[in-house]
């Protein structure tokens, strides 16, 4: 049995054996795993909608004494809350702003905190006493920046469906759920997802380190609503290292979401850790609910959605019939289509709405289908976007291999939470 400081002294020395969720999966499924003595650290990752995401910041908004202390205050429009300290005369404003709260129907918190990390101009209006002060900033202006999440990297997660007759509004689907169990929504990345790897949470734990939308961060513990049979957890990390095309808004029917990813790092210490690790999506269980009041009504797995499927759109621009308003274009709820059969990758989660919405079929994706009762229920969306979940795993693999990383001894391991 190897320890933590056995591993870290490994990765220092740059001897460490490091795999990828993905690539250690690979050796499963060809029965080549790996044994303990073998491997010394597995990279998992995850990326989708995660509603419990928000950022604690420092905004300057005027001059020194230009105000006393602010009573709201927005950002693009998006409302924040100041405080908790008043900054009293300071001309800026201590604020926290949700990834869930919105300006309009097309951007939100989730939007903001990319424009922010993007460095692109911030409109910033508050109101004192009465009088309403303006600024325009930029990320960089920005003194502090802390994203928080209160729950987020789920054990995996669950399809939505709509039983009833008519089509429903929600946060699981871009477009209205169409009624009669007549398609599916999928949130999850499988087997690469951190906490599946680690269904006991025995390394991710309060003092682990992560990637958080690429940059360093720790885990602060479980998250709201995390249990012993589906956990989460709760983690921080700044906002000045984070990496725009793991993170931002998606716009759903009920309105716009916030896209966050996660990547955490898992040391090989024994054979239980190599059976944690040697899960596959066919053997994850899928439960499927009705969208209204999120009952299970039966099960799949996530063999259905991620194997044998395609994982990213894929492009024929010599479909495009150059609709005068392109449907794809104007359903994407993260904007990365082009009019014309273009898509901005950096900003595509490969959701699959162009494949729904495009008339001309330029965008095309296997989805795969889930099954209730003797019913076969097509997937038309994904919220969660597993080539980005291997992206981060590949950027914490990286990191590791450089020496850039090290496990925290976080005391005793506690089966079922932290």
């Known amino acids: 049995m190897k320890t933590i400081a056995d591993i870290n002294n490994k990765i220092k020395s740059g001897k460490a054996v490091v795999y990828t969720a993905s690539e250690f999966k690979e050796l499963v499924r060809e029965n080549k795993t790996p044994s303990a003595e073998e491997v010394d650290v597995v990279t998992c990752g995850t990326c989708g909608i995660m509603s419990g995401t928000f950022a604690v910041m420092t905004v300057p908004v005027g001059e020194p004494g230009a105000f006393r202390r602010a009573e709201s205050i927005t950002l693009n429009g998006v409302p924040a809350f100041p405080g908790p300290c008043p900054n009293e005369g300071l001309g800026t404003v201590d604020l926290i702003v949700y990834g869930t709260s919105h300006a309009d129907e097309s951007y939100g918190g989730g939007h903001l905190l990319r424009d922010i990390v993007e460095e692109k101009e911030i409109e910033v209006v508050a109101v004192s006493e009465g009088k309403t002060y303006e600024n325009l900033i930029y990320g960089e202006d920005i003194q502090s920046a802390r994203l928080i999440t209160s729950r987020s990297a789920f054990k995996n997660y669950s399809a939505i469906v709509n039983r009833d007759t008519d089509p429903y509004n929600t946060i699981f689907s871009v477009l209205p759920l169409i009624g009669g169990l007549s398609e599916a929504t999928v949130s999850g990345c ?52 984070m990496s725009p095309e793991l993170m931002g808004g998606f716009i759903t029917s009920a309105g716009p979401e916030c896209l966050v990813s996660v990547a955490a790092a898992i040391p090989v210490t024994d054979e239980e850790t190599i059976k944690s690790l040697s899960v596959l999506d066919e053997d994850i269980p899928l439960p499927v609910a009705d969208v209204k009041h999120r009952e299970t009504i039966g099960y799949s797995d996530y063999g259905q959605i991620w194997q044998n499927t395609d994982h990213r759109v894929i ?67 994904r919220q969660s976007d597993r080539t980005k979940g291997e992206e981060i795993s590949a950027m914490l693999k990286d990191m590791i291999n450089r020496g850039h990383f090290s496990f925290c001894d976080t005391g005793e391991e506690k089966d079922g939470g932290i």
């Open 190 to 241: 499988g087997e690469i997802n951190p906490l599946q790897n680690d269904p006991f949470m025995r390394f991710i734990k309060a003092g682990a380190g992560i990637l958080l939308n690429g940059a360093p961060g720790f885990i602060m513990g479980t998250g709201t609503r995390s249990s012993q049979e589906k956990p989460n957890i709760a983690a921080f990390a700044d906002m000045k290292d």
């Open 315 to 381: 492009v024929n621009p010599l479909n495009c019939m150059f609709c005068g308003e392109c449907p794809a274009a104007v359903a994407c709820p993260t904007k990365a289509i082009m009019p014309g059969g273009g898509v901005i990758f950096s900003r595509c989660v490969s959701c699959g709405t162009c494949t729904t919405t495009c008339p001309g079929e330029v965008y095309t994706m296997e989805m795969g289908t889930i099954k209730v009762g003797d019913q076969e229920i097509p997937v038309t969306l």
